[in-house]
């Protein structure tokens, strides 16, 4: 029976890096959250009360607004370690 080619070549192992473990600066996770909580309450208040004074001057346009906060508190969650 004939003998298995052995393997020339090493495995490869990636280059070592320094473990530095990189932490969010201390804004943003309460930016975060309040952000989504304006855009949450934001959209609500338009449903609820949509004849209020700041409200019902900008129609449709709350929602978009509301929209607006919350995708900015998605976009910082992306940059939370």
Do not use: H
């Amino acid at each position: 029976m004939p003998k298995p080619k052995t393997r020339k070549k090493a495995v490869y192992t990636p280059p070592q890096k320094s473990q530095e473990v990189k932490l969010s600066p201390r804004w943003l996770a309460p930016t975060m959250v309040v952000s989504w909580i304006i855009g949450i309450l934001w959209i609500a208040i338009y449903y609820v009360a949509p004849q209020a004074p700041l409200f019902g001057t900008l129609a449709n346009w709350n929602l978009l607004i509301g929209f607006v906060f919350i995708i900015f508190g998605v976009v910082l969650s992306t940059r939370w370690r």
